[in-house]
């Protein structure tokens, strides 16, 4: 039975830029209510909704071009 006692707690590693990794398996309430779920050992979340596969990280972090004026 999901959330019971004897249950593992879930791990999640924030990254400073990146997605938060979750030792799965997972499922993933979205806004709209829609459950999506995966079986992988470890999956990235999304954070910045870039994304082409939210809540699924794909990296698109990557590509944004950081303000370097701000961390000064």
Known sequence: ???????????????????????????????????????RFRVALCTCRRSRRYPWCDTSHRDRTRDRTKDQ
């Open 1 to 39: 039975m999901p959330n019971s006692p004897s249950d593992e707690p879930r791990r999640i590693k924030v990254q400073r830029q990146g997605p938060l990794l979750v030792e799965g398996p997972v499922e993933v309430e979205l806004e709209d209510g829609t459950i999506v779920a995966s079986d």
